[in-house]
C-alpha cells in the first residue's frame, strides 16, 4: 500500500516540476520565474523526503533540509539582484 502512495507522490511531484519548468520558460515577468524556481526546489525537496520513506533511511530527509536552506538563500539573493541589481551591498 505504501508503495502505491510512493508512486503516486513522485508523479505528482513529477507532474508539478514539469509545470513549474514552463512556467520558467514562459513566464512573462521575473517575479513569476522567481516564484517557479521556488516552487521546485519545495517540490525536490517533497520528492527527496518521499524517496527518504519509500528506502526507510534518514539521509535523505537531512539532503532535503540542506537543499530548503540552500534554496532560500538563493531565492532571496536571486530577488534582491532582481530589484537592486546587486547582491552584495
Known amino acids: 500500500m505504501i508503495e502505491a502512495a510512493v ?25 513569476d520565474r522567481i516564484l517557479a524556481l521556488d516552487t521546485m526546489v519545495i517540490d525536490v525537496i517533497a ?5 527518504g520513506i519509500w528506502k526507510g533511511t ?3 530527509f537531512e539532503a532535503a533540509m540542506l537543499i530548503a536552506m540552500v534554496g532560500f ?11 537592486r541589481g546587486d547582491i552584495i551591498e
Open 58 to 60: 534518514a539521509i535523505y
Open 7 to 31: 508512486y503516486f507522490a513522485f508523479a505528482c511531484f513529477g507532474l508539478a516540476l514539469l509545470f513549474n519548468l514552463w512556467r520558467i520558460v514562459a513566464g512573462p515577468t521575473n517575479a
Open 73 to 83: 538563500v538563493a531565492t532571496v539573493a536571486y530577488c534582491r539582484f532582481v530589484l
Open 47 to 51: 520528492m527527496l523526503v518521499v524517496y
